[in-house]
């Protein structure tokens, strides 16, 4: 009987950077219409993407990552873009968002080589998803009714009918 417990004691090693900007512009509303335009440019990169990630590759006898991926959160360019017009007491807002997408891990089709051109793997998260792109139209106006005030109005998402990929393969 061995009278020595084993354990394991988990340090987070890791580490992770986000930088970034963000502009902004905005017209107003005035003159019966408005726009703004929010635009944010970011970096995420970092060791690994959870917690035990490097408790993992230890414990299974791999070497734990030593070099910056993209994050999961890695969101390169998001654009908003809101533009409000007032036309016979109808308020109308388009809003467009426009975004990367998301990195992640591809995986080696079935049948890859085998032997000394063996694909070993992808690097984590080196694919990139699509493009996402999106318009979502508003439209609305305030009735009265007595002393009431009532606001009937009409969301339309992604106006245009666009596909945006749900999944990469």
Do not use: C
Request: glycine share 6%; proline share 4%; no cysteine.
């Amino acid at each position: 009987d061995d009278i020595f417990l084993r354990y394991a004691k988990r340090i987070n090693k890791d580490f992770a950077n986000v930088r970034g900007i963000t502009v902004k512009l905005d017209k107003r509303f005035a003159n019966n219409y408005g726009l703004r335009v929010d635009y944010t440019y970011q970096v995420a990169e970092g060791i690994n993407n959870a917690p035990d990630d490097a408790y993992k590759a230890i414990t299974e006898n791999r070497q734990p990552r030593n070099y910056l991926i993209p994050m999961n959160y890695d969101l390169r360019h998001n654009l908003f873009t809101t533009f409000r017009v007032k036309k016979w007491n109808w308020l109308a807002s388009f809003i467009w968002h426009y975004r990367t997408g998301f990195p992640f891990t591809p995986k080696a089709a079935k049948g890859e080589t085998v032997g000394g051109s063996a694909f070993i793997g992808w690097r984590s998260n080196s694919g990139q998803r699509p493009i996402i792109n999106d318009i979502t139209m508003r439209l609305e106006r305030e009735f009265k009714t007595g002393s009431f005030t009532h606001l009937f109005f009409i969301y339309v998402f992604n106006l245009f009918d666009w596909k945006g990929e749900a999944h990469v393969y």
